[in-house]
């Protein structure tokens, strides 16, 4: 029997009144300048049962944008954007997160602003390619950021983190894996700097490390999470030793306190025992979890909270789904990404389609 699940647990200075966390996921519903919109608003008010919703990768930085339709924390109108989405969140009583995502050299030059640039720790194009509005396309060429340009990219963290606490975010998330830019600067196959920004572990720490406590400087380490997925090669990371370098990572963060961390099943490395080992706060599992299952991981003691992703797709009243035992719906994989209403905010919930 599934009870564990639904009892309310801390997340830092967050409470929450389950422990089912919606995971963030891409779902390109944004306007083209990355101003969140109705529909948005609408499809993360019918989520809002979850313990706690983490809102879609958004670009902290017009830089840092990388695939079409997706939103910022840029600007004014973003933030008014995004207001209108946590707003409908709260009045259904729902707590909502922001996680930042700066793609880095992930990206296509496409989906970005004129004015944009393709920036990374090294000048490598990333193997593989992205999705734009003409079709699937290699990564642009990445612009190797100076030193004296690393601070700039810290702040712009700081000031999203600003920004999203001004729109009405709960708390923040860093998205420090799927090869994103906090993920180039780990990875030595794609960080080849010799200033203080890599050569050794310790310097490629360094990027992620600052972020961290830029984020934590606004209201609070106690507001701030962190996603890793440890050994994940996706978006071209190439590490050698990663157990190593997010082990020496979980151990230089310790003394932040931050409010979470977010660990990805998607590697051959027990992410759930290294987060026991080194991290000394609450965990959220992700990675093909079901009710039972994700009741196991909180009852062992494995997890505090344990996050979905495309099940929320398809079940916007999961929470309810899990309690009664209901049947759950089947996302449509065509309509993940397109701009229509269809496949987003259409999904009913169980009692309707009974």
């Known amino acids: 029997m599934i009870k564990a699940l639904f009892e309310p647990c801390s997340l830092g200075s967050l409470l929450l009144k389950n422990r089912v966390v919606m995971a963030p996921m891409t779902r390109s519903r944004a306007s083209d300048d990355g101003t969140p919109t109705d529909m948005m608003v609408e499809y993360y008010r019918q989520r809002a049962g979850a313990g706690m919703i983490i809102a879609e990768g958004t670009y ?16 004014d109108r973003h933030i008014a954007g995004w207001r209108q989405v946590t707003d409908a969140v709260h009045a259904e009583g729902g707590i909502i997160a922001l996680q930042l995502m700066h793609c880095g050299r992930c990206s296509h030059t496409d989906n970005k602003s004129e004015q944009a640039e393709t920036v990374a720790p090294s000048a490598l194009v990333a193997e593989g390619e992205v999705y734009t509005e003409e079709g699937m396309k290699p990564f642009s060429p990445p612009r190797a950021l100076r030193s004296n340009e690393i601070p700039t990219i810290v702040e712009q963290f700081r000031q999203a983190t600003i920004n ?44 992620v490390c600052e972020v961290l406590e830029a984020m934590s400087s606004v209201k609070g380490a106690d507001r701030v999470g962190l996603r890793i997925c440890p050994g994940m090669p996706f978006n071209d990371v190439k590490d050698p030793v990663p157990k190593q370098t997010f082990e020496a990572l979980l151990a ?3 003394p932040l306190g931050l409010a979470w961390l ?26 093909g979890y079901t009710g039972e299952s994700a009741e196991k991981a909180i009852v062992e003691g494995r997890a505090t909270a344990v996050s979905f992703a495309s099940l929320y797709i398809a079940n916007p009243d999961l929470v309810s789904r899990l309690q009664l035992g209901a049947p759950l ?22 009692a309707a389609v009974d």
């Open 60 to 75: 902290p930085s017009e830089d840092g944008k990388g695939y079409c339709r997706t939103p910022g924390i840029v600007n």
């Open 252 to 254: 230089t963060i310790r």
């Open 262 to 287: 977010h660990v990805m099943r998607a590697s051959p490395i027990d992410v759930l025992a290294m987060a026991q080992a080194h991290f000394n706060g609450p965990v959220i599992a992700n990675g």
């Open 329 to 350: 719906a089947r996302a449509d994989q065509s309509t993940m990404y397109t701009p229509a209403r269809e496949g987003y905010c259409d999904y009913p919930p169980h």
């Open 164 to 207: 999203a606490y001004e729109a009405g975010f709960d708390g923040v998330e860093l998205h420090a894996a799927s090869g994103y830019l906090p993920a180039q600067f780990l990875s030595p196959g794609s960080n080849q700097r010799d200033d203080d920004y890599g050569g050794s572990l310790e310097n490629r720490l360094r990027f």
